[in-house]
């Protein structure tokens, strides 16, 4: 049966033609014969009290040694096997102690200065945010950290999570403020419960003190890479801002902005950790590669779902990013099918349920599919770069996180 690295490095183009489901099953089929010794129930092995798993390959598949595998690799028939639905409880498991320090110290962290944010604190961490990025920070800080022999994640690797998502939960309410929404994971806003200052206060603080963490660390590099992702931030803000409702924007516009509002910030998660493992230049390269496909793969699915999904599963208004001028993916496919989509969009849906018959326009014109192939490829390149680390829970957890994504839109 064909290894993980087989399936990956088959030299899938940003334009390649993928079938529905095809790419999926590849992957979970390769993740599956490639750490067949680390099911679920073996996530323990690693836990942090006991000696770390270090498992390589007792043969170096020919694709790691000479790069793109030659021809295209046969699919796996997995219609025999039963279809486990992926669950981030699962996927955290090996990290689960971890991600509950992260939450304690969190609140303590923006309500130890200033009690007037203690509410809003609790709030903003308290509205059942997946943590996927700082879980991602220590999968990859205990997948590198077995490279080299470290036997427990240092203060560091501890450090950069909290700061991973003290920047990305600032950027939320910001962006909030910013979108005007008055619901974010199901709940109420900031904004919305304390007012427009407390919201805006509230984010800049925790800006603030994630920097003076981040100076604290002491490491140009770190500090360079995840300063530029704040910056990052504002460039995807003013860049989506100056493109609503703009039926000319493309393909690479719209992942350039991605990019800069969603996968920076993993990508700099996953890299920033392997800085501190003190793996090889090599290995945080891929790793910063890992976190940027992972990244756009998942905003490529959150604008499939904001298509797809009820007000109540997305807990927040269906359809919302294209009523508010902000075309994503699954419309600018379907532009280019579609002439009436366009003039509809320009209006600005001035007209009663316009914004109805774009959202059909959409789905009857292949933008649905056209972004599915785009958020599986996507998937591809992440799984791939993650195979210049030793098997491990922590690998598989990695690279099931990639299957979780695609899960959604199933």
Do not use: P
């Given at each position: 049966m064909p290894t993980v690295l087989d399936l990956v490095a088959c030299g899938c183009s940003s334009n390649a033609s993928i079938e529905k489901n095809s790419v999926k099953n590849q992957i979970k089929g390769a993740s599956r014969s490639a750490n067949k010794d680390y099911g679920r129930r073996k996530l323990l092995c690693c836990r942090r009290d006991m000696a770390p798993c270090r498992v390589f390959p007792t043969k170096t598949p020919d694709t790691l040694l000479n790069g793109i595998a030659q021809g295209s690799p046969p699919a796996l028939d997995l219609k025999n096997e039963p279809d486990k639905t992926i669950s981030l409880a699962n996927l955290f498991e090996a990290v689960a102690e971890d991600l509950q320090t992260l939450n304690q110290n969190l609140r303590l962290i923006v309500g130890a200065e200033n009690p007037v944010l203690m509410s809003a604190a609790e709030q903003i961490f308290g509205a059942g945010g997946k943590r996927m990025r700082p879980a991602l920070v220590f999968l990859v800080s205990r997948a590198t950290a077995e490279i080299v022999g470290l036997k427990e994640l240092t203060t560091k690797h501890r450090r950069l999570a909290?700061?991973?998502?003290?920047?990305?939960?600032?950027?939320?309410?910001?962006?909030?403020?910013?979108?005007?929404?008055?619901?974010?994971?199901?709940?109420?806003?900031?904004?919305?419960?304390?007012?427009?200052?407390?919201?805006?206060?509230?984010?800049?603080?925790m800006f603030?003190?994630?920097?003076?963490?981040?100076?604290?660390?002491?490491?140009?590099?770190?500090?360079?890479?995840?300063?530029?992702?704040?910056?990052?931030?504002?460039?995807?803000?003013?860049?989506?801002?100056?493109?609503?409702?703009?039926?000319?924007?493309?393909?690479?516009?719209?992942?350039?902005?991605?990019?800069?509002?969603?996968?920076?910030?993993?990508?700099?998660?996953?890299?920033?950790?392997?800085?501190?493992?003190?793996?090889?230049?090599?290995?945080?390269?891929?790793?910063?590669?890992?976190?940027?496909?992972?990244?756009?793969?998942?905003?490529?699915v959150d604008d499939i779902l904001d298509f797809t999904q009820s007000a109540e599963q997305l807990g927040k208004p269906a359809g919302s990013d294209l009523a508010k001028g902000n075309l994503t993916a699954p419309v600018i496919f379907a532009l280019q099918k579609e002439p009436k989509l366009r003039e509809i969009i320009e209006s600005e849906f001035c007209e009663i349920g316009s914004i109805d018959e774009a959202i059909e326009l959409v789905k009857k014109n292949g933008g649905i599919e056209r972004a599915q192939e785009l958020a599986k490829e996507k998937a591809i390149l992440a799984i791939q770069n993650v195979q210049c680390l030793p098997r491990s829970a922590f690998r598989l957890a990695l690279e099931e996180m990639v299957l979780y994504n695609l899960e959604r839109i199933d």
């Open positions: 909290e700061i991973i998502e003290m920047i990305h939960t600032a950027s939320l309410i910001h962006d909030d403020v910013l979108d005007d929404s008055d619901i974010r994971r199901g709940k109420e806003t900031v904004h919305q419960l304390y007012g427009m200052r407390v919201a805006v206060l509230a984010g800049d603080f603030a003190q994630s920097s003076w963490y981040l100076a604290n660390l002491e490491n140009l590099e770190v500090i360079k890479l995840i300063s530029q992702v704040i910056k990052d931030f504002a460039s995807g803000e003013i860049k989506q801002a100056s493109g609503l409702f703009d039926c000319d924007v493309d393909l690479e516009e719209y992942l350039t902005k991605s990019y800069y509002k969603t996968a920076s910030l993993v990508a700099a998660s996953t890299k920033g950790a392997a800085i501190f493992s003190g793996v090889d230049s090599s290995i945080t390269e891929q790793m910063y590669e890992y976190g940027k496909n992972l990244g756009l793969s998942f905003q490529i």
